[in-house]
């Protein structure tokens, strides 16, 4: 299963807002629409935001009337900042920029027409790199799952989150496949419902066995033992292992600690972001909170009803258990091991 | 405000399930229909449920044929046991009804005709008493809010939950009385939004600033420095102090212990069953999973989507800095305290 990818000098994407009633593909010629699409969050989850916005670079050079490289250089950072300007928490958004930017630089002096050639590449690139990545997660990850275990997650971290295959799910997926008969609590994941609408999806499509819970349930469920460990994935994750993710991750890792359950968090280097010391300085994506007052058009509470409405929050790293990426498994103290495991 | 009250021979009851949008009144005359309709929270909360069945027990009676008192004993056991299929976890249903038949009992010998007055009378009773239970909690727990203080609330334990003016909200509405300018957050607690629809419609009548949030935002702004305490109702308080209450209450305590933020209990004294040693007794009732995986008839998720819905968890005393009643403040060992307010 695809999530973004290029087709016929368009991008191509599942329109994630219409799942899990309908699947509608969108297409792009036009990297504005693509991006406003990445704000609406017809496509979310930190590794695909970081394919799209680099298959959306693509697509702005691929379509530029520039003529020279300078021209050219002029309206990629014109892109770059229209994608910036999207979603902030994601930093493989950013991650993404810096690498499409760097391979523009390397080419200075070739054509537009063999830049934009080389651009392209090098997103389908990214794009087919995530999906590798995603499988040596899996791979890695599932060494952490024992036999007849129940694991807890939370939004969407799957296939849908990237360019295919999961980092979360990509563990739960190839636990499954390698016969560990696991079974999955799904947190619903308010206000968007990520994990009832696209988690559920998924796992449904792998005909892994779940049961989807509201996100106050997870605590009950722990209480009782029904939980064996829990595994999120991650929207940036700061030097010293503090992790941003969806909203909600934070009381799941409290919980887990009072439980003595571990936490694992799964996300490729690509979402890592040495130059940040801690978590502390990861911008926190503020969203409408017509999110929170409404669903599907129709209002929930009260006429003026205030609402607060941020779209992550942080874990800091004491209470991660283990930071999986494609490199290896991070452990604690995580600024040595992050930076090991990211060549720094 | 009234939620729940005896008028011309019958019973009304303002419909939760429509509220924020409409304020319907219910009214009954079969005490059968009044059984269906707490079974279908259209009135909820553990102390309204209490008055509701005290209430539905006169009504029960008084609409009786019975000519004796033999006959009328009998009717009375129906009507309990009716009651008693309703709804599991909140004990004041249970005390209710044992208060009931000690009425009952106590008039044994008297024509069936100056009983039903006598038990009309004992509801009308139980109803007025409840009311100046909240109030005088309110009163006593309002003493542990300081000025400026900022409140995280979970469900409704307001006056909806109530006869009137609510337990947790009774402390909240109290404080604010006595000017002590509080804020508060409301958690929208899924799966049936009584935070979001109800406790957000009684504040704002009463003008008190709040601020709506999904149940899985609490960590993030306790983590903020945003949250000073969190005040929450019961459904049932063991005699060691455990107290079920609504499914995320548990994680809403164990939050607040991780960040040093005191958790209340707030609850009238015929929430308390002493006869229960602890929590792990206490039956937590399990609702129909559509209430998960639908909204207002619209599913959320993808046909067959398996989900849990257990409808109370269990806090464990060791989180609880006091639980407030209308007899005083009981602190810990509840086991002491809990028995001396009860005057056991």
């Known amino acids: 299963m695809r999530t973004v990818w290029w087709s016929k000098n368009r991008v191509k994407l599942i329109d994630q807002t219409k799942l899990p009633f309908k699947t509608e593909v969108l297409e792009f010629r036009d990297y504005r629409k693509l991006a406003r699409a990445i704000k609406e969050m017809r496509l979310r989850g930190a590794p695909a935001i970081g394919v799209a916005t680099a298959l959306g670079i693509a697509l702005g050079i691929n379509h530029s009337k520039a003529s020279s490289f300078r021209e050219l250089s002029k309206e990629l950072d014109r892109t770059i900042k229209t994608f910036q300007g999207t979603r902030p928490t994601a930093v493989n958004l ?158 799941l890792a409290v919980l887990a600690k009072e439980h003595k359950i571990p936490f694992y968090v799964a996300a490729p280097t690509s979402t890592i972001d040495l130059r940040l010391p801690s978590g502390n300085r990861i911008p926190i994506e503020e969203r409408n909170t017509r999110e929170v007052t409404h669903m599907g058009g129709r209002a929930l509470v009260p006429k003026g009803t205030k609402a607060a409405n941020p779209a992550f929050d942080l874990t800091p790293n004491r209470y991660i258990k283990a930071i999986i990426t494609e490199k290896g498994i991070a452990r604690r103290p995580y600024r040595q091991s992050l930076r090991k495991i990211c060549g720094w």
Not at 110 to 129: D, G, H, M, N
Not at 190 to 210: D, M, N, S, V, Y
């Open 94 to 251: 950013f991650w993404a920029c810096r690498r499409m930017k760097k391979k523009f630089r390397e080419n200075r002096g070739k054509s537009p027409k063999e830049i934009k050639r080389i651009l392209v590449q090098e997103a389908k690139r990214i794009t087919q790199e995530d999906i590798d990545c995603c499988k040596r997660i899996g791979e890695l990850g599932a060494s952490l799952i024992k036999k007849g275990d129940s694991i807890l997650t939370h939004c969407n971290a799957g296939a849908l989150a990237t360019a295919g295959y999961g980092t979360a799910l990509g563990v739960i997926k190839k636990a499954h496949e390698e016969g560990k008969r696991i079974k999955v609590f799904i947190d619903e994941t308010r206000p968007r419902l990520q994990g009832a609408r696209l988690t559920t999806w998924e796992l449904k499509r792998e005909g892994i066995p779940f049961t989807l819970i509201t996100d106050n349930m997870a605590g009950y469920f722990m209480k009782k033992k029904e939980i064996d460990l829990v595994i999120v994935g991650a929207d940036r994750i700061a030097g010293n292992g503090d992790v941003a993710n969806k909203i909600g991750t934070y009381p």
